[in-house]
């Protein structure tokens, strides 16, 4: 079974420019999340989806950050304008379902670096 | 959220086992206490979860205290691979995971 995909990997941008991860979940996993970690720290949680519907988005910078999970599947996250201090890894994580049971599964992350 | 305590690193050797601490002193009672670990330049991968009573799966044990302000993670025997950041975080389902800096693992050759 194919575990979550984030595409691409490594991205390298100026300040100031746009730039959009994408995410695949788990197949048949109905809740997503976009984290963000920084460098020596553990992720932080910025958006959950479930299904599409965005049910905790209280962490986004929404003065820049957007994001949608169109027909309840794939994710994007997108950075407008990007800033110096946005240089990090985003995280997509999928589950099924929001119980105390279900384990979170997590891509390989992007890694953003903003020159 | 409530809050655990884990050391920042810790150090063991191959094939030896290793018990990472977890200090929980502000659980309630329906906060389950879930680990994660994160291997070098990977998102992070669920290990194991627990209640009250010890688990068992085929990567680790949990032991939880009966109190349960406190926890262990026990790996058996400690393999190259298994060096990693852990992390010991408290969860009640419909919220976000919330990651402290957890513990930097190194295993010894």
């Known amino acids: 079974e194919a575990g979550v995909v984030q595409s691409p990997r490594y991205k390298i941008i100026e300040k100031k420019q746009p730039v959009a991860f994408w995410c695949n979940p788990i197949s048949g996993h109905n809740t997503l999340y976009w984290y963000l970690q920084n460098l020596g720290q553990g992720p932080e949680l910025l958006i959950r989806y479930e299904n599409e519907e965005a049910v905790d988005d209280s962490q986004l910078p929404k003065d820049r950050f957007s994001a949608e999970r169109l027909k309840g599947v794939d994710s994007t996250l997108k950075i407008q304008p990007a800033e110096l201090g946005d240089s990090a890894v985003y995280l997509c994580a999928s589950s099924f379902g929001t119980s105390s049971l279900n384990e979170q599964f997590f891509g390989p992350g992007t890694r953003l670096t903003v020159l | 959220d409530a809050k655990t305590t ?79 950041v852990y992390y010991c975080i408290l969860f009640q389902g419909a919220q976000k995971l919330v990651f402290g800096q957890g513990t930097r693992l190194t295993i010894n050759p």
């Open chain 2, 6 to 84: 884990q050391p920042n690193s810790m150090e063991s050797n191959e094939e030896e086992p290793v018990h990472l601490p977890c200090n929980h002193s502000t659980i309630s009672g329906t906060d389950y206490i879930h680990w994660y670990r994160q291997l070098p330049s990977q998102g992070p991968e669920y290990v194991i979860h627990g209640l009250t009573s010890n688990v068992n799966n085929r990567m680790a044990s949990l032991a939880i205290a009966e109190d349960r302000k406190s926890s262990t993670l026990i790996l058996h025997r400690a393999t190259l691979r298994d060096a990693a």
